[in-house]
């Protein structure tokens, strides 16, 4: 299977055996995961949803291809065009794959708005530092629960303090984020239109469980 990068890039939609929306992945990452049969393909046409395993997926192709063929991105494979899915289902009982957002300095800068997280101040990037709540002298992990946005004065008044002990607060408790798939859609893309009835707030302000 070829493609240009650019289509294996663009962004499928994935949703969890009860139709939440739980994440997005490329399009390379789709078609992983419905040649391991872990996942199925949720078409839309004409309003009507229907799904696909990725061997029917395959077989429609052609018609596809003959009458919709400006509905989709495809890609080339040895014997025919793919269209590449925009939305997919796991379906497997077996252990999905584990999406987690990295933790990193750009994500943890994100999370916290670059906001110190002790005096509640917004300071540009150059002037905030990383701060382990519990000192990793005292066993402190480097992890979402423990990391948090700093001003240099406010790191500095700490030390290797906890927060309890240099009489300090957090404004919020830090948590690891989830990645809200409806800050990558381009929605004027005619092929995400799909996506608009799994992404309301709902999905976002409550718990997701499997």
């Avoid at 890039?9 to 969890?16: F, I, Q, Y």
């Avoid at 495809?74 to 939305?87: K, L, S």
């Avoid at 303090?161 to 690891?176: D, F, I, K, W």
């Amino acid at each position: 299977m070829t493609a240009m990068p650019a289509t294996l890039n663009e962004r499928v939609l994935v949703l969890n055996r009860g139709y939440a929306a739980i994440r997005v992945v490329s399009v390379r990452e789709a078609f992983l995961l419905l040649f391991r049969e872990v996942a199925e393909v949720i078409s839309v046409n004409r309003g009507r949803y229907e799904i696909f395993d990725i061997n029917s997926w395959l077989e429609i192709s052609d018609l596809q291809r003959m009458y919709e063929r400006g509905d989709h991105d495809w890609i080339r494979c040895a014997r025919q065009h793919v269209a590449a899915p925009r939305i997919i289902r796991i379906h497997s009982n077996n252990r999905q794959p584990d999406y987690h957002v990295k933790l990193n300095r750009r994500n943890l800068f994100a999370r916290d708005g670059n906001r110190c997280q002790y005096c509640g101040k917004r300071f540009p990037i150059s002037e905030l530092s990383i701060d382990h709540v519990l000192p990793q002298s005292r066993g402190g992990e480097h992890t979402w629960q423990n990391l948090v946005c700093s001003c240099v004065a406010c790191n500095s008044r700490k030390g290797s303090r906890t927060p309890l002990q240099a009489g300090m607060s957090l404004v919020r408790e830090p948590r690891q984020p989830r990645k809200s798939p409806d800050r990558l859609l381009r929605l004027r893309r005619r092929q995400y239109e799909a996506w608009k009835v799994f992404l309301n707030e709902a999905y976002w302000t409550v718990e997701l469980h499997d």
